[in-house]
């Protein structure tokens, strides 16, 4: 389990198909703190530490993480937001986060508003039922809160984001341009609740 606050940011060293992919993930973490099988949420995605060293520690990811996530998100010299998993007792600053990706979105709008970022994300049909007005969605392992939401004729949704300069400083979200394809997690909660709701009797 995560909570969406983000702790450092890594840096794709290197990648390597070896059947699954190989990354090594440059970073800040004291890698003595970090044991082999501990999971590190990159991205929004829960990857397994395999190997680690002095500010580097290795990933395996399969070609169903890589086909269920953001396109060129794995390519050496991709930054990645980092959190390590929740310990039982730490502060929750965000919502519950799982790191099991749901799809993937798309910026196709961002302007400023202030200091701050106002950007629409695409999100496609299978999420759109998920995703709520002041509601929590995980964007590329990020904690945030939806402001609103305008469902789509086909079925898909866009919603807005506020994106604060402190957020944007401390994650990948400092580059928001259209376009960008971005990994999403739906609240947990919603997806429960979707799912009573589908099973009630009618």
């Not at 401390?170 to 928001?176: E, G, K, P, R």
Request: glycine share 10%.
């Amino acid at each position: 389990m995560f909570t969406g606050i983000i702790t450092d940011v890594g840096n794709i060293r290197s990648c390597e198909q070896r059947g699954d992919l190989r990354l090594v993930i440059a970073c800040n973490y004291d890698m003595d703190d970090v044991a082999i099988g501990a999971s590190i949420a990159c991205s929004g995605v829960c990857l397994t530490v395999v190997e680690k060293g002095d500010g580097w520690f290795a990933v395996d990811a399969s070609a169903e993480t890589v086909s269920c996530t953001a396109k060129g998100m794995w390519d050496a010299g991709t930054r990645l937001n980092l959190e390590r998993a929740l310990k039982v007792g730490d502060e929750l600053g965000g919502h519950i986060v799982t790191g099991h990706v749901d799809g993937v979105g798309q910026i196709v709008g961002s302007e400023t508003i202030g200091d701050s970022w106002k950007v629409t994300v695409a999100a496609p049909a299978s999420l759109a039922p998920y995703i709520a007005t002041k509601g929590s969605i995980t964007v590329d392992g990020v904690s945030l809160t939806v402001n609103d939401i305008a469902d789509q004729a086909d079925g898909s949704a866009h919603f807005t984001l506020n994106i604060i300069p402190h957020t944007a400083q401390m994650t990948t979200l400092d580059s928001l341009g259209i376009g960008r394809h971005i990994n999403l997690e739906i609240d947990v909660l919603a997806r429960y609740l979707k799912r009573m709701e589908d099973l009630r009797p009618r």
